[in-house]
Structures are given as C-alpha cells and as structure tokens.
C-alpha cells in the first residue's frame, strides 16, 4: 500500500487533507469509499494508477483528471474485446485533451482487457468472455469453447474483478462502455436524456442490445452488474460504434461527445 501511494504521489500534486483513490489487489471487494473518491491531484494534472492486472500479469490501468473535489464523475472504458480496437483511441484522447468544468472528473480505462489487446482476441487469456463474466442473475457458463463463454464462474477473472473493486470505490454518475461493431448507444431507458445526448453527439441510434440471458434475469454484463447493484449512484450505458471509425470519429468527435453528454465539458 505505502509503495502504492507513494507511485500516485510521484504522478500529481497531492493536495493536503483530501481524499486519495489507492489502488487495491485484484479481487479485493472493499466498500464504497466514504469521502470524495477523486485522487489527490490538482486540477489538469492526470492521476495515474493501477487498479488490478490481467490473467498474464499486465496491469489495468486508471487515469483520472478533473477536480480533485469533483461530486459528479464518469468513467470511460475504452475497451472490454481485445479486438475492438476504436474505443481505446477515444480513451486516449480523452486522457490527453480534456480538461473537465470545474466540480466534475472523468476517470479514463483504456482497456480492463490488456492480454487480448495485446492478442487481438475478444476474450481473456483465458478465453473468457469479460462482458458475459459480472456476477448477476443472467450469468451462465453456458457457452464454454465460444467467444462467448461466461467463464467457470461469476467474476472469476481478474480482470472483471478488478472493475468491480474500482467501481464500487469510483462510484460514477455515469459509464461510458466503448465496444465494435453494432453502432448504437445502449438503450436501458434508466437515464434517456443522457442516451439522447449520447445519440445525437456521436450520430448512433438508440438500440437495445441483448446478451441472450435468460428473460427476467440481468445481463451478466458491465451495465447489467452496475445498473442493478449501484445504480443508485449512476447509470451505465454500452456505446457500441460500427466496424469501421474514421481517427476524427474515435478520437475528437467521440471523445468530446460523450464528455458533453455527460455534463463534464
Ligand atoms: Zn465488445
């Protein structure tokens, strides 16, 4: 933990007396933090950190920048395939280029999929499906051999663990779960003036998309998990964009748009 601290306070200014996000192990399920879980760091400074690693050992990793105060937050996961490859531009020109309005931040995850980035495959290492892994009602392992398989167990990877220690502490207003290639933006109906925002500034339909659960149970997926266990706090929303993104498309047209959709910019 001390090594932990020390490495975040290396890459931004830490402000006396406010709360600190620290990463925590993989698998760890900590509870909502208390306090403001925005880092430590002045305002345009990006905190980096570390909030678990992959099946292969590469860490997963966070960068947050905004208001080190900031009581409204939204998370932007880049990539959850290995083999979507759109989503983690946006995060990287999000990471780079925004500076959020005052009392807001914006936590970036380039990827929570490093070891099938790094393979170009969808699933883990293990040749799970980490959108079919989150522990809810709909989870099955059903569908063991196929790019679709829900894993041996809910939230066995490590991956899909990691996020969920991260979310719980994070707790954002809203998520943005960037994948390939069904363009549209998510619709769950639990937040539509942001799916409208979201819709209109990144030109997608709203469209609902099914995981193929069991009818009555929640999707084993991001979204599903944070909708129906800290929905409270916010709402989570898969933008998918087609197979095909011009580099304006995924990085300024995207990234700026779903900062705007979220009241960050
Ligand atoms: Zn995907």
Not at 33 to 60: E, F, K
Not at 167 to 172: D, I
Not at 178 to 185: A, E, F, K, S, W
Request: net charge positive.
């Amino acid at each position: 933990m001390r090594r932990l601290l020390a490495a975040l306070a290396a890459t931004c200014t830490v402000v006396a007396g406010a709360a600190a996000v620290v990463p925590e192990p993989a698998g760890a399920t900590a509870p909502a933090a208390a306090t403001s879980t925005a880092p430590a760091a002045a305002p345009g400074t990006v905190t980096r950190t570390v909030i678990g690693h992959s099946v292969r050992g590469r860490p997963i990793r966070a960068f947050y920048r905004g208001d080190p105060g900031a009581t409204h937050v939204l998370v932007v996961l880049g990539q959850m395939h290995g083999d979507e490859k759109a989503g983690p531009a946006t995060a990287r020109w999000l990471k780079k280029h925004l500076t959020p309005k005052p009392g807001t931040g914006i936590w970036v995850v380039p990827t929570m999929n490093p070891d099938g980035d790094a393979r170009r495959t969808r699933t883990n290492a293990r040749g799970v499906d980490l959108n079919r892994n989150w522990p809810t009602s709909g989870w099955s392992d059903a569908r063991r051999g196929t790019r679709y398989w829900g894993g041996p167990r809910p939230a066995s990877e490590p991956e899909t663990r990691a996020m969920i220690a991260f979310l719980r502490k994070v707790t954002p207003d809203y998520i943005a779960s960037i994948h390939q290639p069904l363009r549209g933006i998510g619709r769950s109906g639990r937040d539509v003036p942001w799916e409208k925002r979201l819709a209109r500034n990144l030109h997608l339909p709203r469209r609902h998309f099914g995981v193929g659960n069991p009818s009555g149970t929640i999707s084993p997926t991001l979204t599903g998990w944070y909708d129906s266990t800290l929905g409270r706090h916010g709402v989570a929303t898969t933008i998918e964009y087609g197979a095909r993104t011009s580099l304006r498309f995924r990085t300024k047209v995207a990234g700026r748009g779903i900062a705007r959709a979220a009241r960050v910019r």
